[in-house]
């Protein structure tokens, strides 16, 4: 089957093909395509020459490989498909399925034949052994749901038809969302497919991993943490909501819970940062949504109430393309992110579904900015308005912005 290929990634992961000293993990919120990349990569490997017995694919979810759960039995599978000499490459989908699997993998990876790919669980990996028994020795590699750029064309790879009014197809881009599988299916049942991911998430990433006694109340954390997304809170904020709304819980354990929701790449915090100090402010700060369609499953009302909804795109378009994404704090104003690549590269946005209903909207989203001193690039992003030109600021709408695959 002929797979969809996420440049972007593979951008960033082809310059370690080869690497046998570092291993590569690739994580990312459930069913975002971890799987299909890594066999990209290895069909990438195939073409560029590499022998067919050299490419070693496991998954261990699959028939055949689900008895392997001891680190003996997957250092013998490994052993019983590395026949072949030379570098060999071996992929391992699901490989939190095996108890101690950080001791084979550190085995062959010292061996330096093997230039070693995993995935699974992020709460296996991000919160077990993995970081301290292989601390130096690999490289993660986050892996985001389809940017608009990709949805469109991987819709056009499926065959669906795409329509020429961008800002339409952008519309139904941050309802659907960017779930690959998703684009499979038509009406209700995306967000039907949806839900699954979540119910998914919870039995097979959460689950399995901690012990949640009370279900339903991480389930209304949950549940709340999603319905506010892009709101400026805090931990003494939530329990207060919580409480009113008649689920008491303790700061000990709704922030258990919220990390639980991070480590399961539910939500991801984005933390405030003030420019006089240029340091981050603890406290206050915001979550985003792994994927906007997070939000129109789990809701009856399905309008678009676009200032989250957009800041959400473009804090996870930010992060795809390599930024440090914060909350700028300027003296009482705001600036919706503060964007940096190698702690010198910054650049400043502004997020708005429009700055053409009146001047006092425009001023409020340039004030922000304005105050800024220094020369880095500044930008208002907005739906879809007529490009304006103000102080040196760029305006720009988001669709165009992200199908070109722009850097800020």
């Not at 046998?20 to 994580?27: A, E, H, L, N, S």
């Not at 705001?334 to 502004?350: G, H, K, P, S």
Request: glycine fraction near 6%; charge should be neutral; hydrophobic fraction near 35%.
């Amino acid at each position: 089957m002929k797979l969809y290929r996420r440049e972007d990634y593979l951008q960033k992961i082809r310059g370690f093909y080869r690497d046998t000293g570092m291993i590569k993990v690739i994580t990312g919120v459930r069913r975002c395509g971890k799987s299909c990349l890594m066999r990209t990569i290895a069909e990438e490997l195939a073409e560029s020459g590499v022998p067919a017995e050299n490419i070693i694919f496991l998954n261990l979810d699959k028939r055949g490989f689900r008895d392997v759960k001891t680190a003996d039995q997957l250092d013998s599978l490994i052993e019983e498909k590395s026949a072949a000499n030379g570098i060999k490459y071996l992929f391992i989908d699901e490989i939190q399925n095996v108890e101690n699997f950080e001791e084979v993998l550190n085995a062959f990876r010292e061996e330096e034949e093997y230039s070693i790919f995993i995935t699974g669980s992020n709460s296996y990996l991000l919160g077990g052994e993995l970081v301290t028994k292989l601390t130096g020795r690999y490289l993660e590699f986050e892996l985001g749901t389809l940017s608009f750029a990709e949805y469109l064309e991987m819709k056009r790879f499926l065959g669906k038809t795409v329509s020429d009014d961008l800002t339409a197809e952008f519309d139904r881009y941050l309802t659907e969302g960017g779930f690959p599988k998703a684009l499979e299916y038509e009406g209700a049942d995306k967000q039907t497919y949806v839900r699954e991911i979540i119910r998914e998430i919870f039995e097979k990433d959460i689950k399995r991993r901690v012990r949640i006694r009370g279900v339903s109340v991480f389930e209304t954390v949950q549940r709340y943490v999603v319905n506010n997304f892009g709101a400026t809170t805090s931990l003494t904020n939530m329990l207060n909501d919580l409480a009113k709304n008649g689920c008491p819980i303790k700061r000990e354990t709704l922030r258990r819970y919220i990390r639980i929701l991070e480590d399961a790449k539910i939500i991801c915090p984005c933390t405030r940062f003030d420019l006089k100090s240029r340091r981050s402010i603890a406290g206050d700060l915001k979550y985003y949504l792994a994927d906007p369609s997070f939000y129109f499953a789990t809701n009856t009302d399905r309008r678009i109430h676009y200032g989250p909804v957009l800041e959400n795109i473009v804090y996870l378009y930010a992060k795809s393309k390599g930024y440090g994404v914060s909350v700028g704090k300027i003296g009482k104003l705001e600036c919706d992110f503060i964007l940096n690549r190698n702690q010198t590269d910054y650049a400043y946005v502004q997020v708005a579904m429009t700055i053409a209903d009146s001047l006092e909207t425009e001023n409020r989203e340039y004030r922000p900015l304005e105050k800024i001193k220094d020369n880095y690039p500044k930008y208002v992003l907005t739906r879809n308005d007529p490009i304006q030109r103000r102080g040196g600021i760029c305006h720009e709408n988001i669709a165009p912005f992200i199908k070109e695959g722009r850097e800020f």
